[in-house]
């Protein structure tokens, strides 16, 4: 499916080659079903915008299968009470608020028991069932125009909609667009964060692309794009999350903006974060990212070093799939969720082992896939005394 939110075509600049869906862990007997893309990026220079050129059918991705659980991860659980507990000033008592992309509820938990009325938007199955088990009110479908239409006690009513890494993921992003503009009251707010360009750029964290992660924003290409709505950007706020995201806090058209959007939207300026000319910086970035990482492996297995990776991440299927690194190089992938243990990595077929196997089998080097959770796995580790790498600084 192309992605498409203007006619304008977009400008390819890197393409990582065949890529496998990134949360497609697989079982032996599949391997030769196996489905793969072509993961081109590109500019487009009306909105500012990096995207994907080509991804695949969303349902190939949320679907009863999803084995990603945001409470798997401590420091996810206590940013969402932190953001839970920011976004109330945005509400009064009896408000309705609707999550996009609610997962397992871990977000709406923290408005339970009180007066607000709250609803979910979950697509995968497996997931919404979890939160539905957690007493969270939550509809198994996508949010999109068709699937809010019938919520009439929202439409025109809703004070707040949030989401967590998600808008990235949502490829007719006008009719999501559209959809929220269709819930919010006069005074309503839209809410969301997404891994940020400008830490991607600087991190050169090229892992952060993969088929779910259709557009990579910042906070530019929001604002031009809210606009075309009749909404509104009117604050951004850094965050530490998933590597380094962006907050972005929308109203309509009438609202004040904050400051600190000028201050945001002059740094992107300064620092040619909105332009081609970075996006082809970072192809090279890119490039000599892969050389070195696969320089480091190649010197640690010249010296007989042992390496297993550290968390089956989404993120890990770029790097293991662009860069060509199997099980000739990483005996085994540890992580801590059950729907991924057992399989394999996609694509590049790497076993992927519970914590146990881990603590039984230490090798002499990890490889950190979820260097985003660095300070959370370290502390957990802290027995492992040999050494942590990863492809962006640890
Ligand atoms: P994600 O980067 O695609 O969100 O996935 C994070 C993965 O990392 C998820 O499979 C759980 C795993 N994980 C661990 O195995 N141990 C940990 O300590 C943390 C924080 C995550």
Redesign the pocket.
Known sequence: MKCKITNKPIQPFINFGKMPIA?GFIEEKNFSKEFFFNMEVGFNDDLSLVQLNDHPKPEKMFNENY??FTG??E?MKTHFKKYANFVKKYIKSNSKIIEIGSNDGTFLKNFNGQSNKVLGFEPSKNVADVSIKNGIPTLNSFFNKKNVANLKEYLGQTDLICASNVICHVPDLNNLIEAVDLLLSASGTFIFEEPYLGSMFQKVSYDQIYDEHIFMFSASSVSKIFQRFDLKLIDAIPQDTHGGSMRYIIKRNNNEINQNIKKIINFEEKEKINSLESCLKFKRDCELSKEKILKKIKLLKNTGKTICG??????STTVLNYCNIGSKEIDFI????KE?IGKFSPGMHIPIKDMDYFHRNITDCIYLF?W??KN??LN?EKKFKGEWFSHVEL
Do not use: R, V
């Open positions: 949360n084995p990603f798997s991860s420091y550290y968390a089956a991440t989404s993120k540890c992580d801590t969720t991924k979820a985003n959770h959370e796995i957990k």
